[in-house]
């Protein structure tokens, strides 16, 4: 079956627009995560979805980062008022269980705030 | 912020010899895993250790874990080009439910 889907892949804004960047997991998956991955680094922890409740969202940076899973399957980052340290990539992974032993990866999308 | 360290940060080896990468974590966990990461890619599991266990292996890979040590390497054996990437260890924890990862190691296999 289908992997981890993100969209937009590449995605380039001029500071202070607004941005939204879609996951779509795999189907069935109960546990979504959204992590940053900035250049050279690992990826860190943004927020965590159990179906379409949101239970740990500690790693969103600033206020402007918001994240929704309405149904409990496709979810949307969205940052408002981009600023230039908001360039990285932009990981999703789903997990089958709610215990996410083992996470599926999107191949991300690249966000470069200009 | 990270949850732990990749020792060494880059490692270049010959195709055929064996790669060892280091990861060090922080807190009290229940799993270790290992990812790869290709260039533009998203990450890959590779192989999963227990908190009770000590060593692991899966066809090339072999992982040992030392949780007095909070410490886990991750070798690779009769290295081969395909294996060009970046390495990333996570750490998990049921308590928060999250995966903590480091730094990672960018392995390069020269042919």
């Known amino acids: 079956g289908a992997g981890v889907s993100q969209s937009p892949r590449y995605k380039v804004a001029k500071r202070g627009q607004d941005v939204a960047l879609r996951c779509d997991p795999i189907s069935g998956h109960v546990s979504l995560f959204w992590y940053q991955q900035a250049l050279g680094q690992g990826p860190e922890f943004l927020t965590y979805?159990?179906?379409?409740?949101?239970?740990?969202k500690s790693g969103l940076p600033s206020d402007r980062f918001f994240a929704e899973r309405p149904e409990g399957s496709v979810s949307t980052l969205k940052i408002q008022r981009t600023q230039q340290e908001d360039s990285a990539v932009y990981l999703c992974?789903?997990?089958?269980?709610?215990?996410?032993?083992?996470?599926?990866f999107g191949p991300g999308t690249r966000l470069t705030v200009l | 912020s990270q949850q732990g360290e990749e020792d060494p940060q880059a490692l270049s080896i010959q195709e055929g010899e064996n790669a060892t990468m280091n990861c060090s974590y922080k807190?009290?966990?229940?799993?270790l895993q290992w990812y790869r990461q290709n260039s533009g890619r998203g990450l890959v599991h590779l192989i999963l250790i227990r908190s009770n266990e000590r060593e692991k292996h899966s066809g090339r890979l072999r992982v040992t874990l030392d949780t007095s040590k909070k410490s886990s390497s991750l070798l690779i054996t009769a290295s081969r080009a395909a294996d060009t990437a970046s390495y990333f260890c996570?750490?998990?924890?049921?308590?928060?439910?999250?995966?903590?990862f480091g730094a990672g190691t960018r392995l390069t296999v020269k042919p």
């Open positions: 807190t009290s966990i229940n799993n």
């Open positions: 979805f159990q179906n379409e409740a949101q239970l740990d």
């Open positions: 996570a750490s998990f924890s049921y308590n928060n439910n999250d995966m903590r």
């Open positions: 992974a789903s997990s089958l269980r709610e215990r996410p032993i083992t996470q599926y």
